[in-house]
């Protein structure tokens, strides 16, 4: 006689598509949608560079920049609003739209200080890019996973590399040579990738035929590519403004990341 313990069971006769038909299906999340800070604003907004903050070093930058405006925010309805300050932190989780000083030129930051996840990105992407907002063109910053990069990573170096979208390849040529936002900088490694936001905006603006470029630097942390990100912006991007850092910025910086990334008890090391 079979024993009815350990004897295997047969298969089912339905297929798991069917068995999930009993579980109560989890609620679905709102969607993401733009607050701006000007009751009416003039929509969509043009500016003439869109720039994403999406890497640590990026978005301590652009924080500590001044003078900036506050234009909106996006609102992320699974990103908490507990636990924010009432002036703007780094260390919010937030997603904020200001517009930049740059001399005679429209300029936007989205400051993204939150992930976004992968189901959600081009979902934000579209909210960003198109609608409310149509930008002449799109500088993305976002850091280097090494898992999706194919070559080795030396945490003692600094790296940044490009990505472009065709129309801003096109527009490289000929007598426009200098218009290239990031001149002398080399492009991503064939066979590496690049996923999660970063992507779904470059991505969008290749279907939009919208001038882009994403910048995408190593390591993740640390004062040196702080120092590289800086330059970069400072020499082709926006040299109309003071983007200077005081050394003890960079410091503070760096001890603010050692300490956050650190896997043992902080305290045993202060």
């Known amino acids: 006689m079979e024993d009815v313990i350990t004897e295997i069971p047969p298969p089912?006769?339905?297929?798991?598509?069917?068995?999930?038909?009993?579980?109560?299906?989890?609620?679905?999340?709102?969607?993401?949608?733009?607050v701006f800070s000007i009751p009416k604003p003039e929509k969509p907004l043009r500016p003439s560079l869109l720039i994403?903050?999406?890497?640590?070093?990026?978005?301590?930058?652009?924080?500590?920049?001044?003078p900036k405006t506050l234009v909106g925010s996006l609102i992320l309805p699974e990103v908490p609003f507990s636990g924010l300050s009432v002036e703007p932190?780094?260390?919010?989780?937030?997603?904020?739209?200001?517009?930049?000083?740059?001399?005679?030129?429209?300029?936007?930051?989205?400051?993204?200080?939150?992930?976004?996840?992968?189901?959600?990105?081009?979902?934000?992407?579209?909210?960003?890019?198109?609608?409310?907002?149509?930008?002449d063109r799109l500088l993305i910053l976002d850091s280097i996973q090494s898992q999706n990069f194919r070559g080795k990573l030396s945490p003692d170096e600094t790296y940044a590399f490009k990505l472009e979208t065709l129309a801003e390849r096109k527009g490289l040529g000929g007598s426009n040579v200098a218009s290239s936002l990031l001149k002398g900088l080399d492009y991503f490694p064939s066979g590496s990738m690049i996923d999660g936001l970063a992507a779904a905006l470059l991505s969008r603006c290749q279907l939009k035929n919208m001038k882009g470029t994403l910048c995408v630097s190593w390591p993740e942390f640390g004062s040196s590519v702080v120092a590289l990100i800086r330059s970069l912006?400072?020499?082709?991007?926006?040299?109309?403004?003071?983007?200077?850092?005081?050394?003890?910025?960079q410091d503070q910086y760096a001890r603010f990341n050692l300490i956050k990334h650190q896997p043992y008890d902080t305290e045993m090391y202060t």
């Open 52 to 66: 994403f903050a999406l890497s640590s070093p990026s978005l301590y930058i652009f924080h500590h920049l001044s």
């Open 233 to 249: 912006l400072q020499r082709n991007v926006l040299p109309s403004l003071d983007l200077s850092l005081a050394r003890e910025m």
């Open 89 to 135: 932190s780094f260390r919010d989780k937030t997603c904020n739209i200001y517009s930049l000083n740059n001399g005679d030129k429209s300029t936007l930051l989205v400051s993204v200080q939150h992930g976004v996840s992968a189901e959600r990105s081009h979902l934000v992407a579209r909210l960003l890019i198109g609608g409310d907002i149509v930008p």
């Open 12 to 34: 089912s006769r339905f297929f798991q598509e069917d068995l999930n038909n009993f579980i109560p299906r989890s609620p679905s999340l709102a969607s993401p949608f733009l």
